[in-house]
């Protein structure tokens, strides 16, 4: 049977129960499948887990939960595929695919042993069916199309139904032509959470699903063919400055749930102001003895990973992808190099034909968003400058998965705190009294250079 003992060990009582099978027990019952990470017996039923009661609702930042309705102990729920006029942020619309009228479609939420039905109904003009990522079900629950089922053509409405026999973060998405379908925003999250939790619920549970498009500048669809060169990274399929913060209040424990189901990238999420624990992927929890602490969490594509720590940190902290072209927004990838090029007398000369015309990129591309901003530089309708929006003291150099993890002492409402006020002093000008006192000499012809102070002293 291939159980180990270990396995039955992380598997709880739903692995004993398949041990107890496997050494030889006469029982016909199939062998329940294996899940590495389960509170609930296979044996008994469960009545359906209630919000606030059973666990704290998770949210999705610039999302939605799907809702459900219970019908003889079964939560029932109703996914329509469909196209969307969806934004990825003020001034960035397109024409995309989803599910229940948004892209990506709602987060999924259920409690270990709910039972669920999920109709598909599917108003695309293209058959799709739709894949429970990481779920442990059966296999003709499974949703690749022509594999598991037949594909759901446009109008017909299907229907799925299992037992959610384990806890966790897991995605839906299309398992009919994927690269297209998937490139048009076809995917979602699922939150399963633990019938019998074994620490203490979370007051902050985040889901946040990373995917990558390429919408050319005044295009009105996504590219789906596209390979490489994608232009807009999302995090809930919104882009910065469209993404909305996430709130904590002093203290809190805060879960996020991140997924990712671009076309060819990983993510690597970086939260500054903290350093977090990796604690699930969609396999399973990770047992406590291989955790370890980081400050970048690498979402690979095909996964998720979920992070847990204490909001013990007040104050504004960027939470983004690591990757410096996924902080960029739509425009101005593979540009020529101007990097350090003298543009005064090309810009004369272009000038006299073109009054619009602007060099930039010979000091970076910083500027760009701002010189949009203030109108000293059309852009093509629909489109994103590479980065940025005002922050509260300077511009924001940042766009794409970019998005602001906000901690108060005391938070009033739900919503956007505003931004932080940073009591204890912020990085200013240097005063002159300062650069006497610490003996900096900011004209020195060179700056004292570090050296290997060992270098050279060795006998
Ligand atoms: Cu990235």
């Known amino acids: 049977m291939g159980i180990s003992r270990r396995d039955a060990l992380l598997a709880g009582s739903a692995g004993l129960a398949a041990t107890g099978l496997a050494t030889g027990s006469a029982s016909a019952q199939p062998v329940a499948p294996r899940a590495h990470s389960a509170s609930v017996s296979h044996d008994r039923s469960y009545s359906p887990g209630r ?5 704290t609702p998770v949210v999705t930042p610039d999302g939605a939960t799907l809702p459900y309705r219970i019908v003889d102990g079964v939560k029932v729920f109703h996914l329509i595929p469909e196209e969307v006029e969806h934004s990825f942020a003020p001034g960035l619309n397109a024409k995309t695919w989803g599910y229940n009228g948004r892209t990506h479609g709602p987060t999924i939420e259920a409690v270990e042993g709910d039972r669920v039905r999920v109709y598909v109904t599917n108003r695309l003009p293209a058959p799709t069916t739709v894949h429970w990522h990481g779920v442990i079900l059966p296999s003709g629950m499974d949703g690749v199309g022509g594999l598991n089922q037949r ?9 799925y139904e299992w037992t959610f026999r384990q806890h966790g973060t897991f995605m839906y998405h299309s398992h009919h032509d994927e690269m297209t379908q998937m490139a048009l925003g076809m995917m979602g999250m699922i939150v399963v959470h633990p019938r019998q939790p074994t620490g203490p619920r979370p007051d902050r549970d985040y889901a ?7 919408l050319h500048p005044g295009a009105e669809r996504p590219d789906p063919n596209a390979m490489g060169d994608f232009n807009i990274l999302t995090m809930n399929a919104r ?4 993404t909305s913060p996430l709130v904590a209040q002093r203290g809190e424990r805060v879960r996020i749930r991140f997924g990712n189901l671009s076309a060819m990238d990983h993510h690597p999420i970086h939260l500054h102001g903290y350093a977090f624990t990796i604690t699930e992927t969609d396999g399973g929890v990770i047992p406590v003895s291989a955790r370890h602490p980081d400050t970048t969490v690498l979402v690979p594509t095909g996964s998720t990973r979920t992070v847990d720590f204490v909001a013990d940190n ?3 902290w960027a939470m983004h992808c690591h990757m410096t072209h996924h902080v960029m927004n739509q425009m101005g990838h593979g540009v020529p190099n101007l990097t350090g090029v003298n543009a005064r007398r090309i810009d004369r000369a272009v000038g006299a034909l073109l009054p619009t015309y602007m060099t930039m990129g010979q000091d970076g591309m910083g500027e760009m968003g701002q010189h949009i901003e203030m109108g000293h530089m059309p852009v093509p309708e629909n489109s994103l400058p590479m980065v940025g929006a005002p922050g509260p003291r300077d511009y924001i150099t940042m766009g794409g998965m970019f998005t602001i993890l906000k901690v108060r002492d005391r938070l009033t409402g739900d919503g956007d705190p505003g931004w932080y006020d940073n009591p204890e002093g912020e990085a200013r000008p240097a005063s002159a009294d300062e650069l006497s006192r610490d003996g900096i000499d900011t004209t020195a012809s060179e700056a004292p250079a570090s050296s290997n102070p060992h270098q050279g002293h060795h006998p």
């Open 51 to 55: 919000p606030g009661r059973d666990y």
């Open 208 to 214: 946040i699903m990373l995917s990558e498009w390429v």
């Open 239 to 242: 882009c910065y400055p469209g």
């Open 314 to 316: 007040p104050g504004d």
């Open 151 to 159: 594909a759901i053509h446009p109008g017909e409405t299907f229907v």
